[in-house]
């Protein structure tokens, strides 16, 4: 189909950012216009830190995670190599994601999901989208490696992130962010599952900094990168694998991540950090998200800003930062764990009628 649009609006990371991705003229760009994500001030978070924080809120993405901006790379890699299918591995968002690509592209979709471990609109996605789905009998770290299995033996193209070219449209956050600000910041912040997209946004971060004096990139310098894990999920936190992780943020609920090497990288080339943050903070800090800032996001969003404000909370945080915080996916990706925090809704019952309304309401 040839693309006919005119359209000045946001055209999708591929065609956004073509000269820096692994694409030519005879990729055939399968995109949602994902990307182009909003960075959102935060005056809450930045006067409970001292520091200037900025939101770079991913959940807007067409399947409401960043996991959008690599599938778009990877599906369009996928469909230049001739695939007729492709699988993952995941925890909810990236089967959401790679199912509406995969089916814009003509392929079928293959999902590999930990058994009774998805939330219902996650799950509903990849149904909606025509999804293959496995249920498979282990957790998340079992689904990779049978991914990776089937996709060695049988003719179907891995999209999980073990895939660089999923890290290659991940990057491409960091290139926005600095298209934004005008320069990178000084502190990056997010949280850690996979450990793909701290890798790709140091990635960025760094084919986006001027090193060769001839030709200077658009960034002067390159942030420190701040990962979080959940407590009960956090194999960096331990320096090796968990069996058994635990978490109620399910997207980082992964205890032996694929991007291991490249993410320990991340944190000690740019002088950071991974740290854990417990689900109570994490909880705590999805709520203070939603209530001081007006930005809903799913629990596993959050564990960046509990990161920051744990740190900032015990004296560990300089203030006068410029600070980047990514919150990963949309909020309603997990609801029924929201709900769950705030207990029983208990509606103010009104009758249909103003004044009696008002009054019930407190507005008289
Ligand atoms: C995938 C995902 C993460 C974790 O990202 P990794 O690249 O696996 O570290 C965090 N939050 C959300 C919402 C995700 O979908």
Redesign the pocket.
């Known amino acids: 189909m040839a693309v006919v649009t005119q359209s000045r609006l946001w055209r999708g990371v591929i065609e956004e950012y073509r000269d820096r991705l692994p694409v030519t003229a005879a990729t055939p760009v399968v995109t949602l216009r994902e990307g182009g994500t909003p960075l959102v001030p935060a005056p809450w978070l930045s006067e409970q830190t001292s520091c200037e924080v900025y939101l770079k809120v991913e959940g807007v993405n067409p399947t409401g ?3 959008d901006r690599g599938m778009t790379v990877a599906i369009s890699k996928a469909a230049e190599e001739g695939a007729e299918a492709v699988v993952c591995a995941s ?1 909810g ?2 089967s959401a994601s790679a199912a509406a690509y995969a089916v814009r592209a003509g392929m079928r979709p293959v999902v590999l999901l930990p058994d009774g471990k998805i939330s219902g609109p996650k799950l509903a996605q990849a149904v909606v989208h025509g999804g293959v789905i496995a249920s498979v009998q282990g957790n998340f770290d079992d689904c990779l490696r049978l991914a990776r299995e089937l996709a060695e033996t049988y003719p179907v193209a891995l999209v999980n ?1 073990v895939n660089p070219y999923r890290l290659a449209g991940q990057k491409t956050a960091a290139f926005e962010v600095v298209d934004d600000l005008g320069d990178a910041p000084d502190l990056h912040v997010l ?8 890798s790709a946004y140091w990635l960025g971060y760094s084919e986006y900094t001027a090193y060769a004096a001839d030709n200077p990139g658009p960034a002067k310098r390159r942030p420190r990168m701040w990962g979080f894990q959940a407590a009960g999920a956090a194999p960096f936190v331990h320096g090796g694998p968990v069996s058994a992780p635990e978490t109620v943020a399910s ?2 609920r ?1 205890g032996n ?1 694929a991007s291991w090497d490249l993410a320990i990288a991340a944190r000690d080339d740019s002088g950071g950090l991974i740290d854990a943050v417990t689900d109570e903070q994490i909880l705590a800090a999805q709520q203070e998200l939603s209530g001081r800032e007006g930005l809903f996001v ?1 629990p ?2 959050a564990a960046g800003v509990a990161g920051l404000l744990h740190y900032s909370r015990t004296g560990r945080l300089d203030a006068g930062q410029r600070i980047v915080v990514t919150v ?2 949309h909020g309603l ?1 997990d609801v029924d764990t929201a709900s769950a925090y705030y207990g029983e809704i208990r509606p103010y019952v009104v009758p249909a009628q103003a004044d009696a309304a008002a009054k019930a309401l407190g507005l008289a």
Do not use: Y
């Open positions: 995670s960043f996991k925890t968002n990236t992130s949280p850690v599952g996979n450990a793909g997209n701290i997207a980082i992964i991540p799913e596993a969003s990963t996916g990706k």
